[in-house]
């Protein structure tokens, strides 16, 4: 019988305000269950790697609907579920999510938050039972355990952080959250930054991505690679009132690294650099590493598993994009709704006579082909998608089911179970050609020379030189990563996202900036009574 985690309350963790250190009934006695080294971590540790994906709404990182995905990708210049008459309104959900509506009633909203403070809690509740049962465990034993729940704690503090602001910080199971103080950004991402650097010496300096003991895992690239992350956004992460118009500079925040003050460019650089050195190195061709079996890949770092027989992680977003005809040439069904942006298309310079080369591996259009032969739509004409005839409501339109590109950048799994949810492929979270321009961009805003990191992620998919500028990284950025989940977390570091772009085209109520966080979820407020709402958002009436 497989352990129950002592805090599985269900209460307790779908509101994150009851009372942490509740036995939930039936759980087995925690004296049966731990009587090994093995049994600690089998059951403390590795069983919270069950939640980084998911088969339901808002659950997982990567490969369900309505949450941590959709929030950072549907909300940006990079993709758009339109209104395809009586397809796709959902109440209005999809369109208020790219017109930047939402509001904090949100259920979706809500649904996303207490995802990610569970996989807290059970992380706080891990490093409980770790110590508890420390005479159980070697010195080593007790030191990488704790490393490995502390790293795997601060990536869900990661995405709390970037996508609510300013939040409850627990750190440990006594932690009452109906009465948690609220922590500020800056607080939380000081907290992240700590734990990961002083977690990661003890992780393991494994590949996580490649199959065996440390498949899946927190090892020490992955950790590298957060931490690049937080140096690239040090200065809104640091910044404690984000609608003052007022924004620290990198160059004059510091962090101190193995002896080094480093400013925030510079730590981004040693991070990237760290990951470099452990072997990590482009794939020769871009699309293998999006193949149906990419376990193999030298390029992707952090990857959510997927096995259609041992887990039930789905990856839906194939599904979720494609016409119902082209779902049926490949097998599956479809449900004809996620494209690109018209700002998407055109930085790959869909319609001119200098198309990147990347186009083909992350978007299907026009006439759409199957094994070489023409998908046709029930009245025998060719199905042709028509990425230059998107609008936010295609009610209206000639092209309301064929409007837009749609995504094409994992591998079809002519295998895959579920309609084509349930692929073979890795979902991939962090990959090799983000360290390089991340390194290319924190290069760049520190007054250096940047071509070479920028170029090489170019001219791996043949693509010409560019000059690093800023510009052109970011145009680069969404080339390279397209569907990939980090545009929303681009805009803001470039301070674009509460700004009029593509279809977005009224921003005034979002002057502020205050929609470059969510708000705080109502009824997470109804149970916490002494938390405040992100500014700009109603405080919901006492």
């Known amino acids: 019988m497989r352990y129950i985690p ?33 049994d600690v971590y089998v059951n403390a540790v590795a069983t919270l790697y069950n939640y980084i994906g998911g088969n339901a709404d808002s659950q997982g990182l990567q490969g369900t609907y309505r949450g941590v995905y959709d929030y950072n990708t549907l909300t940006s210049d990079e993709a758009i579920i339109p209104v395809r008459g009586g397809d796709w309104y959902d109440g209005g959900f999809w369109e208020n999510l790219y017109l930047h509506r939402w509001t904090a009633d949100d259920q979706s909203l809500y ?19 770790i110590d508890k049962k420390r005479d159980l465990l070697t010195e080593s034993q007790y030191t990488s355990y704790q490393a490995e729940v ?28 109906k009465d948690s103080k609220q922590s500020s950004r800056p607080e939380v991402f000081n907290f992240i930054v700590k734990e990961l650097q002083e977690a990661e010496p003890f992780l393991p300096k494994e590949h996580s991505n490649l199959e065996g003991a440390y498949y899946g895992r927190v090892t020490q690239p992955v950790a590298d690679f957060l931490l690049a992350k937080l140096m690239l956004n040090a ?64 390029e992707n770092i952090f990857v959510i598993p997927m096995n259609k027989i041992l887990y039930k992680n789905q990856f839906q977003y194939l ?80 092209f309301i089911k064929t409007a837009g590109a749609r995504m094409a950048k994992y591998e079809v799994d002519r295998n895959a179970y579920n309609d084509g949810k349930s692929p073979d492929n890795d979902i991939v979270l962090f990959r090799y050609a983000d360290v390089l321009l991340m390194k290319a961009e924190a290069k760049a805003r520190n007054g250096e020379v940047a071509d070479n990191e920028l ?79 992100n500014k700009g958002y109603r405080q919901p009436l006492s």
């Open 6 to 38: 002592r805090l599985l309350l269900f209460v307790a963790i779908l509101t994150f305000y009851s009372c942490l250190n509740e036995h939930s009934k039936g759980s087995l006695d925690e004296d049966q269950v731990f009587t090994s080294a093995k």
């Open 235 to 298: 200065e809104v992460y640091t910044d404690a009132d984000w609608t003052d118009n007022q924004r620290p500079n990198g160059t004059n925040i510091f962090f101190t690294i193995d002896g080094q003050q480093l400013n925030a460019w510079q730590a981004c650089q040693y991070y990237c650099d760290k990951i470099t050195a452990d072997g990590y190195t482009l794939a020769s061709d871009y699309s293998s590493n999006f193949a149906v079996h990419n376990e193999t890949s030298v």
């Open 319 to 398: 599904f979720r994009s494609r016409h119902y005809a082209h779902g049926g040439a490949v097998g599956t069904s479809s449900e004809n709704g996620a494209c690109a942006t018209l700002t998407a298309v055109r930085t790959f310079g869909y319609g001119t006579s200098q198309v990147d080369k990347r186009y083909t591996a992350n978007l299907y259009s026009d006439t759409v082909r199957v094994d070489g032969k023409i998908v046709r739509l029930e009245d025998g004409e060719p199905l042709v998608y028509m990425p230059l005839a998107v609008e936010v409501n295609l009610t209206n339109s000639p």
């Open 111 to 129: 649904d996303t938050w207490k995802y990610l403070y569970k996989v807290v809690v059970f992380c706080n509740d891990a490093l409980r039972i």
């Open 150 to 177: 502390r790293a795997l704690r601060a990536l869900f503090y990661f995405y709390i952080m970037d996508m609510f602001g300013n939040v409850p910080l627990a750190t440990s199971t006594i932690d009452n959250m």
């Open 455 to 533: 170029n090489a992620v170019r001219q791996r998919s043949g693509m010409g030189y560019r000059q690093a500028t800023l510009d052109n990284i970011l145009a680069e950025r969404l080339m390279e990563l397209m569907w990939e989940g980090w545009r929303r977390n681009d805009l803001i570091r470039y301070d674009l996202f509460h700004r009029v772009y593509d279809q977005k085209t009224n921003s005034t109520g979002e002057a502020d900036r205050h929609t470059i966080v969510f708000p705080i979820p109502t009824r997470v407020m109804a149970l916490n009574k002494s938390l405040k709402q």
